[in-house]
């Protein structure tokens, strides 16, 4: 009868669980202990790579920063892959609309060009009034015929 207590205590129920996840975790050891092996061999071929480019005078910090910064670009390029479609939709809107951060910050700053070929960043409402300025001159010239300078 106590064996039978044992076997129905939470120490008996929980006893084939603990034993599976032991398990588990120690085939997991033996798994991480093969990649690791596997990745000190490649992180050796890419250092050879490195060696081999400083040989033939390639400068190695930047050829370093390249394969970051194409690396960074990947992973950039996959955030919206696992969202849904409306999630993406607006993913995508935000990326547009906020594009290089320098864009984003002038525009927050009130800097902002009307279309994509215009480079005049200067605040709307500095170009709103030289645009009223120049609207004025050309009032002040109507009835005065061909004749009349334009007033810079």
Known sequence: MMARLAANSIEGRSKPFVERIENL?????????????????????IKEIYTEAKDKSIPIKALKGLIKYRDLERKQNKIGDGLDIDEQSAYQN???????????????????????????????????????????????????????????
Do not use: F, I, W
Request: charged residues 30%; hydrophobic residues 40%; negative net charge.
């Open 25 to 45: 975790m120690a085939e997991g050891q033996t798994a991480k202990s093969v990649y690791m092996s596997e990745c000190k061999a490649r992180r050796a071929d």
């Open 94 to 152: 935000l990326v547009e609309a906020l594009g290089p951060l320098g864009a984003a910050a002038a525009k927050a700053a009130g800097y902002e060009a009307s279309d994509e070929t215009e480079r005049d960043l200067r605040p709307t409402a500095l170009k709103q009034a030289e645009k009223e300025r120049a609207d004025e001159a050309a009032l002040a010239n109507v009835g005065k015929g061909k004749e009349a300078a334009p007033a810079h």
